[in-house]
Structures are given as structure tokens and as C-alpha cells.
């Protein structure tokens, strides 16, 4: 049966062909079918919601029913749905300006999904090249935002949206750092409970998204983008504890990115190292290559999961989850230091603490100082700059240089102490005081940017902003009969 497009939907797109050719005799005849009608078809888009705003299944049917959205599961992912049906672009929603979910190809769900969370309360994890933040994101999710999660990417282009991405979502437990992923297996040798490695790839996933557009590519690029995952790969599995686990995944379908990374792996490191079986998750087989031609794969690779876009209807995708059994010799090397002291952010004092503690209680009813030890947070300040930094990080890492740690509290001088919207976005639900409820027509100025009259007798220097379903929409600050828009660019919906 034929898809029905909407207005989310690329119409089907050519793809690489001569890529298409090289895949092809990978499958079976009738795979092949398979492949060219699902090729045919639109690509549905994918959200994944976030529980860390108080996002459950209940909510996303009321954007269902509010949007006009038909919907379908996501199999290997509680948190994921397909929009099959939508009469507006689903990236034009005020919920997805406020980080109440992200939009994510379905298939790039799967590699988080691959981690046995449960093992650890307070994990430390290694987000090896995490930008632009989707998977970084979803791992913040999984574990409730209580594990340590060190978020690098090699790339200092990239580490804007990373921030943003992850600003917006709540995570208030992420370092984002700046290095070659091939660093951490000397610096930080079996530290990390679980490791991500998303690695950079050919990206022929044989599906073009707005994420992943279609680029022909050479087999020299390839083969150095190889040589490249097997470097990355390494360095994952040395950095990883015992009983540990990595998961490797990328966005193309070539056996050298994959299957044959995969295999060197594990001839290299066959006795410290197994590849786990993954079936059960994806609810599905959809086995890797055992052998190609005359080669045949070390015969843990099946284990792995090709993701073919007739598999689930998504773009072409790979992901393996690897156990590490015993220690694998490391060169160690220093890392480098840098202390935050030394950088001018410092820790406030205890008198400033209960005086933050109480304003917060007084003027919002948030209880701050539970939150703090709930989440087992140090409030630093640079300059006016508070944030909540998550102790784990200087229980682990208090020298490793970072870009960006933890959650913006606020702002604090002489007069004022302003919470961020980062802050109110996440935990504004708990405020029963100095609230104020925009109407539909003030919530759209509101979306727009705009300023709004305010006659209220000023009580404070901010109001936490609610719709009237009780959504935190951010906050807004009086000024001279006018409730001055406080969101951030990013957050704005101009075609709302």
C-alpha cells in the first residue's frame, strides 16, 4: 500500500544511484523489491518526546488530537512516533521551540536504545561525537538526566548547536568538550560505564532527510572515513570499564564502515571484546553481513543490525552494541588540565547559596535547595552568570577543560536574581507563585516575541510564563506597564 503524503513529507527522492548499484548484491531478490518500492515512498518524519519537561504518552495524544496528527510507534523506541498524517510542518510547534521533543529520523533512535541502562544508577557516559545532540539527548532521557555525560565533538563548528540543543532539552549532567575522540582511550582508560559512538561516515543511507541530504562520495573517501571509525573505535573500547558497553552506529550502508570495521574489531580484539546479540530489541531480525564474495566476517559480526529503509521504513542505518570482557592495553597520556577556578567561574558561598535558596522559595514557591540536592548540583557564578554544575564532573574530570557544563541557572546582580529560561523551561511546572497565564491570542504575540501590556501590580523582577494548559512557556519581566519577552531567539515561532 502506498504512503499518503503530508505536508512533512519530502516527495520520494532519487537516490545515489550508483551506490544503490554497489548495495544491491548484499540482498536477496526479493529484498531488492522490497527496497526499490520502499525507496519510492515519502520518508515520514520521527519526534522523540522529552520526560525531563514532564512529557508522557498522554501529552503527545493531545498534541495528536490538538495538531491533527495521525501517529504510529516507533517499535524500538517507547518515546518515539511517527507523524504519518499532519496538516503543518511539526517543526512549527511551540512545544518543539521549548525542547518538548526532537525530531529525529526513527532509525537514530535505535543506538541509545541499545544500552542496558538499567545496570547503573549514576553512570558515567561518553558521547564520543555527539553533535548536533539528538542522541546526546536521548541518552540524558534514558537516564533521567542522573548520569555524568561527557558530550565531545571533534568538530568547534559544531559545538553551538550542540549547546543550544542541549540547553533547550533541560540537561543540566552534560560537559560538552572539544577533542579528537582518538584521545580518550589514553587519557581515560576504563572510566566510562557506556560509550556512544555515532561515528562519522559516508552517510549513504540511500534516504535524503533534512538532516542527511544524498552526496556522492569516492572509495578513497570511504576507505579514510574506515580507517578513521576503526581509530575512534579502538579508543572507545580502551576507554571503556570492564562490563561496559559501547555502542557503534552510523548513518550508511557500506560494508567498510561497517561490517568490516566491525570484523578488524573483533580480530584485533576477539578474546577482550564480544558483539551482543540485539534481535530482541528491534523486535525484528535484521542481522549484519556474515560474508560477502569470497570474505567471510568474524562470526560475531550478524550480531549487529543492518537497518535496510524497507526494514522499518527509515533511512539506511547500522548499530552494533559491543561488551568489553577484559582490560585491553592503553599507552595511557596525561589529558589535558585546565581547573574552572582558573577560568573565573568559582563556587558561591553558603550565605549566598540560602540567600538564592530563599528568594526562589519566597517569590516562585520552587524549592531550590531540594532541587540542588536532588540532583546533587553545585551552583557556580562568573560574573552575573550562575549555573548548576553537576558535582559527578568534579568528582571525575575537575580539570578536564570543558565548553560547556551543566544548566544556566539565572542571572544575579545588586538589584535582581533572574532565572534562565533554561531553568524555567525545565522546572518552571514547579512554581505556585508570581505565575502569569497568557490567553491564545498573548501566547501567540508571546511565540512572535512580542512584548505584552502588564497592569499587575509588580511584585517581583519576573513572572513565569504559562499557557492555559499549564505548559511553562518561559518567563517575562515587568517594566513600566509592559511584560518585557524574555524568550530566546531560538525560541521564537514567527509563522506561528
Known amino acids: 500500500m502506498s504512503r499518503k503524503k503530508s505536508k512533512n513529507q519530502a516527495s520520494p527522492q532519487p537516490t545515489n544511484s550508483s551506490m544503490l548499484e554497489r548495495l544491491l548484491p548484499l540482498l536477496r531478490e526479493e529484498e531488492i523489491q522490497a527496497l526499490y518500492r520502499e525507496l519510492e515512498q515519502p520518508l515520514y518524519p520521527s519526534f522523540r518526546y522529552n520526560p525531563l519537561k514532564g512529557i508522557d504518552r498522554n501529552k503527545v495524544e493531545k498534541w495528536a488530537k490538538q495538531y491533527e496528527w495521525q501517529l504510529k510507534p516507533v517499535p524500538f523506541c517507547e518515546a518515539g512516533f511517527w507523524v504519518t498524517e499532519s496538516p503543518h510542518p511539526i517543526s512549527k510547534t511551540i512545544e518543539h521551540s ?175 571484546v564480544q558483539i551482543e546479540p540485539i534481535e530482541h530489541i528491534l523486535q525484528k531480525p535484521a542481522p549484519a553481513i556474515g560474508h560477502f564474495d569470497q570474505h567471510r566476517f568474524h562470526s560475531q559480526v550478524p550480531h549487529a543490525a543492518r537497518i535496510w529503509p524497507f526494514s522499518f521504513g527509515t533511512a539506511g542505518f547500522f548499530a552494533a552494541r559491543i561488551t568489553k570482557i577484559k582490560s585491553i592495553d592503553v599507552n595511557q597520556k596525561q589529558p589535558p588540565a585546565r581547573p574552572l577556578s582558573e577560568t573565573e567561574w568559582n563556587p558561591i558561598s553558603d550565605r549566598l547559596l540560602h540567600e538564592l535558596t530563599q528568594k526562589a522559595s519566597d517569590l516562585y514557591g520552587i524549592p531550590l535547595k531540594r532541587l540542588i540536592d536532588d540532583h546533587n548540583w553545585e551552583i557556580w557564578r562568573y560574573k552575573n552568570n550562575l549555573h548548576c554544575f553537576p558535582l559527578k564532573f568534579f568528582h571525575h574530570f575537575a580539570e ?38 497568557l490567553d491564545p491570542v498573548s501566547l501567540i504575540a508571546w511565540m512572535r516575541g512580542e512584548d505584552l501590556p502588564f497592569a499587575q501590580e509588580i511584585k517581583t523582577n519576573l513572572q513565569i510564563i504559562r499557557d492555559q494548559q499549564g505548559c511553562t512557556i518561559g518567563c517575562g519581566k515587568p517594566s513600566a506597564g509592559r511584560l518585557r519577552n524574555m524568550l530566546p531567539k531560538r525560541a521564537l515561532l514567527q509563522n506561528i
Open 98 to 272: 521549548l525542547g518538548h521533543y526532537y525530531i529525529q529520523d526513527a532509525a537514530s533512535m535505535l543506538p541509545v536504545e541499545l544500552f542496558d541502562i538499567t545496570r547503573e544508577a549514576h553512570p558515567l557516559i561518553l558521547d564520543m561525537a555527539a553533535s548536533p545532540g539528538g542522541k546526546t539527548t536521548h541518552l540524558v532521557s534514558k537516564t533521567n538526566d542522573h548520569a555524568l555525560i561527557i558530550a565531545n565533538d571533534s568538530s568547534r563548528d559544531r559545538l553551538t548547536a550542540l549547546r543550544i540543543v542541549l540547553h533547550n532539552w533541560g540537561s543540566s549532567h552534560v560537559a560538552v568538550t572539544n577533542y579528537s575522540g582518538e584521545y580518550f582511550g589514553s587519557w581515560y582508560p576504563e572510566t566510562f560505564d557506556y560509550i556512544l559512538l555515532d561515528a562519522p561516515c559516508s552517510m549513504q543511507g540511500l534516504r535524503e532527510s533534512d538532516s542527511h541530504s544524498i552526496k556522492s562520495i569516492t572509495q578513497k573517501e570511504i576507505n579514510n572515513l574506515a580507517r578513521r571509525q576503526m581509530k575512534l573505535l579502538e579508543s572507545a573500547l580502551q576507554a571503556l570499564k570492564i562490563n561496559g558497553q559501547v555502542v557503534y552506529s552510523t548513518c550508511t550502508l557500506t560494508l567498510e564502515e561497517n561490517e568490516m570495521v566491525l570484523d578488524a574489531i573483533m580480530h584485533k580484539f576477539g578474546r577482550e
Open 400 to 437: 578536564l577543560p570543558v565548553q560547556t557544563l551543566g544548566l544556566p541557572l539565572g542571572e544575579l546582580n545588586q538589584t535582581e536574581f533572574l532565572l534562565s529560561h533554561e531553568f524555567v523551561s525545565r522546572f518552571g511546572g514547579l512554581a505556585d507563585n508570581n505565575v502569569y497565564v
